[in-house]
């Protein structure tokens, strides 16, 4: 069993009672975003794709960590809709509410455009921007009907400059970044039409966090000759750690951040400036 690293094992409490799901939540930044989360007091939902075996022991890891902790695992295909509208109504009805939607799940399937297959574009788009659309499409729903609400999509670098062999990734990270902009304008819409919108309210937020380069699995396999010129191409000379994304995830979910929405966050070492 992997322990909790001591820096995420100081706590606070800006999300006591809250409920939090969070997409890809058993592994690289989703399972330090649901620590992050848990140490804050959230009721945390992780949601993963099939390794159960590898979910049930994160899920132990987290109460073992926090004690009183409450975390539950729920698993899905997230390039379904109808499994994204199922794992909200379950979460939901697990926890009476939700508060915190972290749209983080994404894959990569990297080939040089002219070689990239009908499929390979599909199922990257499929994961990445059409699996955050029916989760939040499903969540704000219940969110405006209870008046307030957080939801953040984990987003890339590579969404915002391109890279070489990505345009399927690129293209769906982009994605987030309209996608975001536009439910955070038409939520607050939705909010004063109905007459929840008021100056003491948590307020309904949409934000994204956009990561740079992240010591994950996902980048543990990169040659070193590529891991060498990416060192070169970050100002503070290193690879971010998941936990440095996860930290700025569950501040964007406060209640202290009411006033930030359709915002892109930058977690990248000064990559892009």
Known sequence: MNEVSPAILLSGHKLDGRVALVTGGTRGIGAATCRSLASQGAIVAAGYS?????????AEEVRTGYPGA?????KGNIGDPADCRRVVAEVIDAHGRLDILVNNAGITIDRTFMKMTDEEWMKVIAVNLSGAFFMSQSALK?????????????????????????????ASKAGLLGMTKSLAREVAFLLGRSG?????????????????VIATDMTSSIPEKIRD??????????????????????????????????????VNGGMDM
Not at 70 to 74: E, N
Not at 142 to 170: F, P
Not at 197 to 204: A, F, P, Q
Not at 237 to 262: C, K, N
């Open 50 to 58: 099939a390794n159960d075996e590898v979910a049930l022991s994160f």
């Open 142 to 170: 219940h969110m405006v009907e209870r008046g307030s609400g957080r939801v953040i999509n984990v987003s890339s670098i590579v969404g915002e400059v391109g890279n070489i062999g990505q345009t399927n990734y690129a």
């Open 70 to 74: 409450r975390l539950s695992v729920h």
């Open 229 to 266: 010129n990416l060192y070169e191409q970050i100002p503070v000379h290193r690879f971010g750690t998941p936990e440095e994304v996860a930290r700025v995830v569950h501040f964007l979910a406060a209640d202290a951040s009411a006033f930030i929405t359709g915002q892109v966050w930058s």
């Open 196 to 212: 929840k919108r008021n100056d003491s309210s948590i307020g309904l937020t949409v934000n994204v966090v956009s990561p740079g």
